[in-house]
């Protein structure tokens, strides 16, 4: 499978909090791309899933993302950089029973690169959209991408992935989530 299916997808929301949002260089692009995704997540019936590094000291989700979010949404705190170091993490991806996870978040060359990483050894089909992920320098954003990709991560972008999750413009849900990215 590389085309994402919405039966078959999980999208993942790594760690979009804001002390950690204000360091990135590309902050702005990084919220609003979020935002929509997890909006399509919502509209389209998409299981969705929310990391959160040390809330205690970081904050929690940005209220931006946070309120777009489907209300189904499943929400972890964690401490390891993967969010599969944890176990209840582990323990919910398995159980949603999906196959093809949808990556966006902070920070690209630490938790989602180490994240995507770990989703693809556990077998899950990762796409990453790379305008949904960012660092606090450029050049490690740049590092992160080129690591997941030659991992095996699907490159992708908001618009792509919710294309893809649509299929077809007589999908009863085109307007709505096409007006997102208008």
């Known amino acids: 499978m590389t085309i994402l299916n919405k039966d078959s997808s999980v999208l993942l929301i790594i760690d979009v909090q804001e002390k950690l949002l204000n360091a990135q260089f590309n902050k702005e692009e ?7 995704l997890a909006e399509a997540a919502s509209i389209l019936n998409v299981a969705t ?3 959160e590094q040390y809330p205690k000291g970081l904050g929690h989700t940005v209220g931006a993302v946070k309120d777009k979010l489907p209300n189904s949404a499943v929400f972890i705190q964690k401490t390891s950089f993967s969010c599969c170091g ?11 029973n999906k196959k093809q996870i949808i990556v966006c978040g902070m920070e690209t060359h630490v938790c989602v690169h180490q994240t995507v990483n ?12 790379q305008d949904a992920v960012g660092s606090r320098k450029e050049w490690e954003y740049n590092q ?7 991992n095996g991560a699907l ?3 908001t618009e792509t992935v919710i294309f893809e999750l649509l299929r077809d413009a007589k999908n009863s849900n085109f307007k709505a989530v096409q007006s997102l990215i208008k």
């Open 30 to 36: 990084i919220a609003k791309k979020t935002a929509i």
């Open 49 to 51: 899933v929310v990391s």
């Open 86 to 96: 944890e176990e209840n993490f582990r323990n919910i991806v398995k159980g949603l």
């Open 118 to 129: 770990d989703l693809i050894v556990m077998g899950f089909e990762v796409h990453v959209a």
């Open 144 to 150: 992160g991408i080129k690591r997941m990709l030659n």
């Open 155 to 157: 490159p992708s972008t």
